[in-house]
């Protein structure tokens, strides 16, 4: 099985200041059709989560551009330019390259 | 516009057997590449994939909850359905449907259906 780690797993964060969360997978995630299956979603307090970015670095539809991701084989992370308050709630990277998998969780307060 | 909604019980007792069902609109499960899954979500912990059915009637099981799980499609009825056996206490879970194309998984998510597994 392919294990994420995530980190940190706790986030206080300064409004407006920058957030970012690492993941780690423990076996490279590029598929044999050339891409990397690795997506970001969002948790907001008594929601469903929400997928914020496809594929390392994509952003879905309606995503705001503060949010960015990046990276490549097992190292991955997950940027927020300037954190707003309605970013609060858990973050979750996910890997669909090697069956489903998801990592620990982070969560993201503001100070 | 996709949306998914999932359906079943509130209550389970211990060993008892889980139906939970999805139903969606917005897309069709006979269209290549599209798929359904459903994860799991305990209070207060992290999320935890479960299972994925495509609309090629592929299946794709978590390796520990394999034996335990099995997931049907019944695309006349644009529906998903998940059974899970012998449910335990640590089974008590917020369990979502979400739809999947190909590989980028989980794109839309249902409201997810609580369940409480208690005697």
């Known amino acids: 099985d392919v294990v994420m780690t995530q980190s940190p797993l706790s986030l206080p964060v300064t409004l407006g200041q920058p957030a970012s969360i690492s993941c780690r997978s423990s076996?490279?995630?590029?598929?044999?059709?050339?891409?990397?299956?690795l997506n970001w979603f969002q948790q907001r307090p008594g929601q469903s989560p929400r997928r914020l970015i496809y594929k390392v670095s994509n952003r879905d539809s309606g995503v705001p551009d503060r949010f960015s991701g990046s990276g490549s084989g097992t190292d991955f992370t997950l940027k927020i330019s300037r954190v707003e308050a309605e970013d609060v709630g858990v973050y979750y990277c996910m890997q669909g390259t090697r069956s489903v998998t998801f990592g620990q969780g982070t969560k993201l307060e503001i100070k | 516009q996709i949306t998914l909604k999932e359906s079943g019980p509130t209550l389970v007792k211990p060993t008892q057997t889980l139906t939970l069902t999805c139903t969606f609109s917005g897309f069709s499960l006979s269209t290549s590449g599209v798929g359904v899954g459903w994860i799991r979500q305990p209070p207060g912990k992290a999320l935890e994939w479960l299972a994925l059915i495509y609309w090629n009637d592929d299946k794709r099981y978590s390796p520990s909850l394999k034996s335990r799980l099995t997931i049907t499609k019944d695309t006349s009825k644009n529906q998903v359905v998940l059974t899970m056996t012998n449910m335990d206490p640590v089974d008590t879970a917020t369990y979502y449907c979400?739809?999947?194309?190909?590989?980028?998984?989980?794109?839309?998510w249902g409201q997810g259906t609580m369940v409480t597994v208690s005697s």
């Open positions: 979400a739809h999947v194309m190909y590989l980028d998984a989980f794109d839309i």
């Open positions: 076996q490279s995630l590029v598929h044999s059709d050339g891409n990397t299956y």
